[in-house]
């Protein structure tokens, strides 16, 4: 390894500038904390996921929008699995027209499950002394991003693939 060769820890966001909440808060405040983090005149999201961590502040797991959607949504997420539904096709995605008013309506209701519900494992930390290619090739091969950053068995941020891209394609000059 080359002396000056980049670290993970170089390129982690810092886990006060990433969503992350605690497993026994809700729905509805994962919900606030991710869409708190815009940007753009749009309000464009910067994030699909949130970490969860328990009351010493220890990582826990994950939830991603598709997590929220499970928990605001679970008729017509589950009805999206329904292998032989007659009349699967082109006009299968017409069901949730079917769902409108009573998906709003119990939404409200559902957002105050806590999130611990909701939130899937993390298969994967990556040390922050890790080199910036072998954190690459760890994500590469496990196809999970981002990746939680621990320094000392401490989490303290994440980097994602953006990051990672961003450096080695500004190392090799294109």
Do not use: W
Not at 43 to 71: A, E, I, P
Not at 102 to 126: H, N, R, T, W, Y
């Amino acid at each position: 390894m080359a002396e000056n060769s980049p670290l993970v820890r170089d390129f982690t966001i810092p886990l006060d500038r990433y969503p992350h909440l605690n497993e026994n808060q809700t729905l509805q405040d994962a919900i606030t904390q991710i869409r708190s983090f815009t940007v753009g005149e749009n309000d464009r999201m910067r994030y699909s996921c949130l970490l969860v961590v328990n009351d010493q502040n220890q990582l826990v797991g994950r939830v991603t929008l598709k997590d929220l959607f499970h928990g605001l949504a679970p008729r017509l997420v589950e009805a999206t699995k329904v292998e032989k539904f007659e009349g699967k096709g082109s006009e299968f995605p017409n069901l949730a027209i079917l769902m409108e008013d009573s998906l709003f309506a119990d939404c409200k209701q559902l957002s105050q499950k806590k999130i611990g519900e909701f939130m899937g494992k993390i298969p994967l930390f990556i040390k922050a002394d890790t080199p910036l290619l072998k954190g690459l090739a760890l994500m590469l091969s496990n196809d999970n991003t981002p990746l939680p950053v621990v320094d000392n068995d401490k989490i303290i941020g994440v980097i994602r693939l953006e990051e990672l891209f961003t450096e080695i394609t500004r190392q090799c000059a294109l």
